[in-house]
């Protein structure tokens, strides 16, 4: 049986008020509908209220209960990629997302929450459609302004609190608010106050907060006057529209001028931002940066904005009703293409500053803040492709992005960026090359070798005539790599050789600089030269820890525990394949993470442990399934896994290292990853042979050609042999950091 799965539900800050039989009732209808979209005006508490409902309901489901949030996804062709990061995937091989949701899901007992779709109901739709056809153990709880109108589902409209429940509410969130607050005497005025305000939850917060400086009777008063001025031109509309158009515009009416201002300009942001973004983006002459700290301040006190600590630091983010409420606002002042354009230089830079910190003991900073600007950085990349003059600085964007896509598991969303630049068109060449190389990597890593393959090849050519030295070093480079994953380690020697010396000759040193000298010491390595891939390999290490590199130290040191493994030092290895591992995992680089996994299989069969080796093997699959490399059959980078297979097949029978294989593969990526890290069981208790790596060191058959379509003649791409090439480092005066 499969261990349970708890999902990634949040948990909630302020306690739930009531709805108790409305919980029930969507419970209720979970049991007998696929399909439950709970609906109703925007304010009323949906999604509170789900995730509520989704909290009760987890013992029901063994896989879990898990929450997508898609308010902040604006392009339907990101709708699959956030589901996906939701449920905790990551996919490396060039399959879509739909396929890899639907194949994760197909055999597993799991209710999705479906959060803020409705911007994008149609593709949500056509998705919830064939995820509940293919996935039969699916139950989706969606939420939104209106259903999904499929067939099977089951709207469950949610209506305003009852008075009973929403003076709860508002005496419980007043109470937080100005301590000591207490209904007393004013039990009828807080009756009245909650009828007027028709049990709408947000805007019952939004008088909770306001009775810090204002009393009830003052907050009676006032409302009159603000109902009646934002129902105007509104009146055939819905009682309940009017309701939280008079709960939010109320607000916007209370701020100052320049609360309003900075509450307009901030809806430009997707998610979340922090103080240097909003400061930036949002400032000027009628609102100096330096001011917006304290106006921001003000906005947060009004529960207009929501903090939040994520791993990169204190972040804001607007409710959507609130951020909408915003945009209206900015398009009438006319800003609304300004503002944009300033939030797309911003990310712009943050992305600049994100590359070149990469390379340095900021790397994991580095990681947390791409994740958590996601959100904007997509806009970024929206704004940028609107306009076709603009073309170009989305071809830089997402190649200047090359370190999230193939460095922290977003391979898939960083080829869909890449193709749509590229096909966008542009007549900066710098930055074409550059989306160029950075595309033919991602498809390389994907298995698409024939893409890869046709952007290199282009890029290649296209540096020769723009006289771009830099560019030329990543085309010859990404081809070498691409050699090295199609197994012609002769021709992935000779271009990644040539490629160094590239890099050298134009003072470039940097992650894919040092990459690409372990790529070498790999194809080193695979060919039986064991010194002299630890040799380039040492160099990596040393210079990866003066500048404090962590992502290509784990590959360095998966190629030194591979030549202490095949030199029968099992100490030293598990000692190095560990800590890759560990490196790996906090990256979430999937493709240095199971290398490095299967290796630490075939070490722990010669250590004596077959059993736990077939564990570590069975985790491993899936992991495979995503990163894409057994799509094209390594030999070499497979030999690992086909030696440990055979040795812990060959010492426990086939029934019993089966069964470790089947305990394995429901292992998720943080137990396998705890569970390669765990010190051996045992001791070895008797003499082993050493271990064996069928075929590390032979030449693979192949038809003589190249990677890149070429005859291996002897010459590199740029007709130098490879005796010439020295790794990259090797001069310390031609290091540029």
């Known amino acids: 049986m499969r261990p349970r799965t708890c999902g990634n539900l949040p948990s909630e800050p302020a306690g739930f008020v009531g709805r108790g039989p409305e919980l029930t009732e969507v419970g209720r209808l979970l049991e007998r509908s696929r399909l439950v979209t709970v609906t109703g005006v925007g304010g009323v508490g949906k999604s509170r209220f789900a995730r509520e409902a989704a909290q009760g309901l987890q013992e029901r489901f063994c896989d879990g209960v898990w929450l997508a949030e898609l308010s902040a996804v604006r392009a339907p062709g990101l709708l699959d990629h956030a589901v996906t990061e939701a449920l905790g995937l ?32 149609d593709p949500c739709a056509e998705l919830v459609r064939e995820l509940l056809r293919r996935a039969p153990g699916l139950r989706v709880l969606a939420v939104g302004r209106r259903p999904l109108c499929l067939d099977g589902e089951h709207a469950f409209p949610l209506a305003p609190l009852e008075r009973a429940d929403a003076v709860a509410l508002l005496v419980a969130r007043a109470a937080a608010a100005a301590p000591g607050f207490a209904v007393g005497e004013r039990e009828s005025a807080v009756a009245e106050l909650c009828d007027r305000l028709e049990g709408l939850p947000l805007a019952l917060e939004l008088a909770a907060v306001r009775l810090r400086s204002l009393s009830v009777g003052q907050l009676l008063e006032r409302l009159d006057d603000r109902f009646r001025l934002l129902t105007g031109g509104a009146r055939g509309g819905l009682p309940r529209h009017r309701a939280l158009r008079t709960a939010i515009g109320w607000s916007h009416e209370l701020c100052t001028a320049q609360e309003r201002l900075l509450w307009a300009r901030l809806s430009v942001f997707a998610g979340r931002f922090d103080l240097d973004a909003a400061e930036y983006v949002c400032g000027g002459p009628d609102l100096p940066p330096e001011e917006v700290l304290d106006v921001l301040a003000e906005l947060l006190a009004q529960s207009l904005l929501v903090r939040e600590d994520t791993a990169a630091g204190v972040r804001y983010r607007m409710l959507d009703t609130v951020r909408e409420y915003g945009a209206v606002w900015l398009a009438a002042q006319g800003e609304t ?105 991602v498809a390389a890593l994907q298995g698409d070798a024939v893409a890869a393959l046709t952007a290199l090849q282009e890029c290649r050519d296209g540096a020769v005539l723009a006289g771009s030295r830099v560019a030329l070093a990543y085309a010859v480079h990404r081809m070498g790599c691409l050699a090295l994953v199609s197994d012609d ?14 890099y050298r000759e134009v003072g470039e040193l940097n992650s894919n600089v040092l990459m690409c000298q372990v790529e070498l ?27 404090g590199e962590r992502w ?44 490095a996994v299967e ?58 290292y089966a069964a470790g294989v089947r305990q394995g593969r429901d292992l998720d990526l943080d137990a396998l990853a705890a569970r390669a890290l765990a010190p051996p069981p045992r001791p070895v208790r008797m003499p082993l042979p050493k271990p064996r790596i069928e075929g590390a060191a032979e030449r693979v058959p192949g038809d003589g050609r190249s990677a890149d379509g070429r005859s291996s003649d002897g010459r590199t791409a740029e007709g130098r042999s490879p005796e010439s090439s020295k790794p990259a480092g090797s001069q310390d005066g031609n290091r540029r950091a």
């Open 90 to 121: 990551t996919d490396h091989t060039s399959r879509k997302p739909r396929a890899v949701l639907a194949d994760h899901l197909a055999e597993r007992r799991l209710l999705l929450v479906l959060d803020g779709f409705e911007q994008l109901v």
């Open 337 to 441: 293409e300004r503002l944009r354009r300033r939030h797309r230089d911003w990310y712009t830079g943050l992305a600049t500053w994100c590359e070149l910190e990469w390379f340095s003991p900021r790397q994991h900073e580095v990681a947390a803040l791409v994740d958590a600007e996601l959100a904007n950085l997509r806009l970024a990349l929206e704004c940028c492709l609107e306009d076709p003059q603009d073309a170009h600085l989305a071809q830089y964007l997402a190649g200047t992005l090359w370190f999230s896509w193939a460095g922290c598991g977003r391979l898939a969303e960083g080829r869909h960026w890449l193709d749509r630049a590229l096909e966008a068109g542009a007549d900066h060449e710098g930055s074409r090359l550059k989306a160029l190389w950075v595309l033919g990597y």
């Open 489 to 502: 380690m002769e021709r992935a020697a000779e271009l990644l050789g040539a490629a160094l010396e590239h």
């Open 521 to 547: 010491a790999m194809a080193t390595a695979f060919r039986g030269d064991l010194p002299g891939a630890l040799r380039l390999c040492d160099e990596v290490r040393e210079i990866c820890e003066d500048h």
């Open 552 to 595: 290509t130290r784990a590959y360095a040191l998966y190629v030194l525990g591979y030549a202490a493994l095949g030199g029968g030092e099992l100490r030293e290895a598990r000692a190095l394949l560990s800590e890759c591992v560990t490196i790996n995992h906090a990256f979430h680089d999937l493709l240095g993470l199971v290398l």
């Open 599 to 656: 290796l630490l299989a075939l070490v722990t069969v010669a250590e004596g442990d077959p059993a736990e080796a077939a564990v570590l093997q069975g985790g491993a699959e899936p992991v495979w399934d995503s990163v894409g490399l057994q799509l094209f059959g390594s030999a070499y980078f497979n030999a690992p896994r086909l030696a440990c297979e055979e040795q812990a097949r060959e010492a426990l029978g086939a029934e019993r």
